[in-house]
């Protein structure tokens, strides 16, 4: 961290840095939070956690509306007129100062009695004495500290989420039949033959059983009812076996008490319930972390545009958006926060959202909500609410956007778990038919060891593991995937596909020169009016670098993908784009360019030079060696003799590629059988992404977001690729790998069992052990791995 | 004379019940549903109380 860093927060603080006492700041917000936490002595902050702060938002006059009494009463949990207590979500909890600051709030104002933060919810509870503050202060003061609530108004019935405790009551229940069930069986491990043992048989016996009913009929019955219905559906899951276990467990030693020929398997049967449900809570421990990870760390960053009071535009994340912020929405972009229309015709494709493919049209004062794409140039909007980032990320892997996905892999787990549970059951059926004939008693331990040992726990739980493992790495690495099956679909990739502009060349830094007509500044900045809506990467390009001010009405835009933009500026009519659009008799020579054309009179041309990213003859490199290597572009043949020097002889180079004809290239080379990975900036090749097998949208921070993508990678990391798709197929060895282990636990224990030499109980502390271990190997080796390949290099 | 056993027996079953009914009870509380936010919460310094106190009387 280095001097120039704020003290508050940790960003660097370019010319606007402020000093106060001693320290830098970057804003006069984080200069007020350490006044405010120093003068009530709450410096304390900052010696749990070096710069934990954040940069407080503006609240002058935002809040007002907690005034009104309706709108409070639905956000207070509790009031009896004296004192309230509230219940807010802040998304700004990051860390332990952040706990300890929030619970000391009393300290800032007398009128908060209690507040307790619950931090893998980001919440905090705050009782308050509502005659000495009101809500609306409440909240101010939070947010005066960098701890803005996040309030949503139209959850009005709080959702309720009642916390799902059944878990830890079943646990409870089969824990104490287990333990008690254990004590009681203890007389029967002695085999002695004294009076008063054999007269207490029959009472011990029967606890025995009362303390077994509630441990099967409660504890297990989420087993047993998941078995039936699969059963009912003549499906074969992995609960089939172990309920047939428990039940046949439960049976049999009913028989043998009532009918007093022995002393049944209770011990056997709660322990086996007990450890079953032990290894449930561990994997609903490690899910619920893997998540929070994913939501909190892994999420990938949007970039919008954001309109400053004094005209001038920059691009600020999106969870950096408040209330009360314009925001440019240009063509093709994603609505990021709900908002109302200011002005721009919108045309929204809300596909993303709602599956539905007609887009709306919106006017001006119209509220628009986030997740739709505007197809219809630019539009100004004012932000109304943010929305939290795990939004889109939900919205991103949601089942809306795939239901008629070809693509959903069968995931290896439910291939292999069908034909495991059937060869089980043939296993236990002829182990114990073969022992019945020998000896009634042993094959009944051996059927019921055979079907508790084979339990495929390991199998269920070593997949989703690695594949969240890596995937939470990945995002590490700014490679953010939809969703697990995108991991099983890049190992299986044959081929790769490049799009050329802003996928291989970099919108950063490219040298443009204009050819023909001098353009007036009147001109240009007409130009640069039509082009701010655009998000084609040569529109960006331009555009960013026009110096003069733009702020111009524009009519008609169409931009038409693959050819060029147009529209009326000022009464003039526009057209920009490539020559034929235009209309040009020149000869296409092999330069990229956008060629301008005023009101019937063709201008002249910019030229483009085409700025390779770095690393990417290495990424080729690499890549040529196992894959088959194809590049796509909507652009002329002029770099055609560059690229053919980096890429292999056989590789497929194809030029002036309409959006119709990358997707048809990829639809035919799938039938081909060929698995393909496509990589484009997620505009013009939007179809052939959707279309191809993996499809990864290269991201400059620019908001080309795009749902049709299967993955997002930074442009900066753009030469870690090859390393991506090996860490990818290790993953999937790894699984297989864990696969190997966890039947080897199988077969041995099956060895065991079938030779009867495998009492129950024994196998039920196998299965918890085995399931342990395999999470212990996946984990590990998924870290191992990346950590060389990443850090190390090949 | 060791039919002393039953009762015994039924005795301790009524004391466990009991145990079982309170933990029910007590993760009915909610106090188990934050693991997390504890652990962090026990490290917190209560220094500044003393400091406070000691600020004041120096003031004095």
């Not at chain 1, 900052?46 to 609240?59: A, R």
């Not at chain 1, 693959?562 to 020559?579: A, F, N, Y």
Request: glycine share 6%; aromatic share 10%.
């Amino acid at each position: 961290m280095s001097k120039k860093d704020c003290f508050h927060c940790g960003t660097e603080c370019n010319i606007h840095k402020i000093e106060f006492d001693n320290k830098i700041f970057c804003c006069n917000g984080c200069k007020t939070v350490y006044e405010i936490l120093n003068q009530n002595e709450l410096a304390c902050y900052y010696d749990l956690e070096k710069t934990p702060g954040t940069i407080p938002s503006e609240i002058k006059g935002k809040y007002d509306y907690l005034d009104n009494e309706n709108i409070a009463s639905k956000l207070v949990e509790f009031n009896d007129g004296q004192t309230a207590v509230v219940n807010f979500f802040i998304p700004s909890i990051h860390c332990s100062s952040c706990i300890w600051v929030l619970e000391n709030l009393h300290k800032l104002n007398n009128g908060i009695k209690v507040s307790i933060v619950n931090f893998p919810k980001k919440e905090a509870r705050i009782t308050y004495k509502n005659d000495q503050i009101s809500l609306r202060e409440v909240v101010e003061l939070i947010t005066s500290i960098g701890y803005e609530p996040f309030i949503s108004l139209e959850d009005d019935d709080r959702k309720l989420t009642k916390i799902n405790r059944t878990l830890i009551y079943q646990v409870a229940v089969a824990g104490f039949a287990f333990g008690n069930v254990m004590l009681l069986s203890f007389p029967e491990y002695f085999e002695m033959d004294e009076y008063w043992l054999n007269r207490f048989k029959p009472f011990f016996r029967g606890l025995m059983f009362v303390f077994s009913i509630p441990a099967v009929a409660y504890s297990a019955k989420d087993y047993l009812i998941s078995a039936y219905k699969g059963l009912r559906h003549n499906i074969l899951n992995i609960d089939v076996p172990i309920s047939l276990g428990i039940l046949v467990l439960f049976a049999r030693s009913c028989y043998e008490i009532f009918s007093q020929t022995g002393q049944g398997y209770f011990d056997s049967l709660t322990g086996l319930i007990f450890f079953l449900l032990l290894g449930k809570v561990f994997q609903q421990k490690t899910y619920s972390f893997l998540s929070f990870e994913r939501d909190y760390k892994s999420y990938f960053p949007i970039a919008v545009t954001k309109i400053n009071k004094n005209k001038t535009e920059e691009n600020i994340a999106v969870h950096d958006i408040e209330k009360g912020h314009r925001l440019l929405i240009r063509n093709e972009e994603i609505i990021p926060v709900d908002g109302i229309l200011l002005n721009g015709n919108a045309l929204l494709d809300y596909s993303f959202v709602t599956g539905e493919s007609m887009p709306v049209i919106k006017k001006s004062g119209d509220k628009i909500f986030a997740g739709g794409k505007q197809t219809n140039g630019a539009i100004e909007m004012e932000v109304v609410q943010t929305v939290a980032q795990s939004y889109l990320t939900q919205l991103w892997s949601n089942d809306v956007f795939q239901r008629d996905n070809p693509k959903n892999i069968k995931s290896i787990t439910d291939s292999i778990s069908k034909y495991f549970t059937m060869i089980i059951l043939s296993i236990a059926l002829v182990a114990g038919i073969y022992w019945f004939t020998i000896d009634k008693i042993i094959a009944f331990q051996v059927v019921s060891a055979i079907l508790i040992i084979a339990c495929p726990c390991a199998l269920a739980l070593s997949a989703p593991f690695a594949l969240g493992n890596m995937i939470r790495i990945f995002g590490k690495e700014k490679f953010y995937l939809k969703n697990t099956n995108v991991i099983e679909a890049i190992s299986k990739t044959n081929t790769i596909v490049f799009d050329k502009t802003g996928t291989i060349t970099t919108n950063k830094a490219s040298q443009i020169h204009y050819d023909g007509t001098t353009l007036t500044t009147h001109e240009l900045s007409q130009i640069k009016a039509l082009l701010r809506a655009s998000n084609h990467p040569l529109s960006r390009m331009l555009y960013d670098s026009l110096t003069m001010d733009e702020s111009k009405e524009i009519s008609e835009f169409q931009e038409i993908l693959g050819k060029g933009i147009e529209g009326i500026v000022e009464g003039c009519k526009l057209m920009l784009g490539s020559g034929s659009f235009i209309g040009s008799k020149e000869e296409l020579n092999d330069q990229t360019k956008i060629y301008v054309r005023i009101n019937d009179i063709i201008k002249g041309k910019f030229i483009f030079q085409n700025t390779y990213r770095k690393g990417l003859e290495e990424v080729f490199k690499h890549l040529a060696k196992e894959f088959k290597i194809s590049i796509l572009s909507g652009d002329n043949e002029g770099e055609k003799v560059y690229l053919k020097k980096l890429l292999p002889s056989h590789s497929n180079l194809l030029f002036n590629q309409k959006p119709e004809d990358k997707l048809e290239y990829i639809k035919k080379n799938q039938e081909d059988k060929k698995n393909i990975m496509m990589l484009g900036d997620g505009l013009n090749d939007a179809g052939a992404l959707a279309q191809s097998n993996v499809g990864v949208a290269i991201s400059e921070n620019i908001n080309v977001f795009s749902p049709a993508c299967d993955a997002i990678l930074d442009a900066k990391f753009f030469n870690k690729l090859p390393v991506f798709i090996a860490l990818s197929r290790k993953t999937m060895t790894i699984i297989k790998i864990s696969f190997i282990i966890s039947f080897l636990y199988n077969i041995i224990g099956l060895l065991f069992a079938i030779t009867g030499n495998l009492s129950p109980i024994i196998a039920a502390v196998l299965m918890p052990i085995s399931s342990i271990s395999v999470v212990i190997f996946v984990t590990l080796s998924t870290n191992i791995i990346a950590k060389k390949m990443l850090h190390l290099g090949y | 004379m060791m039919t002393i056993i039953f009762t015994l027996i039924i005795a301790s079953l009524i004391i466990a019940v009991i145990f079982f009914i309170l933990f029910i009870k007590s993760v009915k509380s909610g106090q188990y549903d934050d693991l997390y936010t504890p652990s962090v919460r026990m490290l917190f310094d209560d220094e500044l109380v003393k400091k406070k106190i000691t600020d004041k009387n120096i003031t004095n």
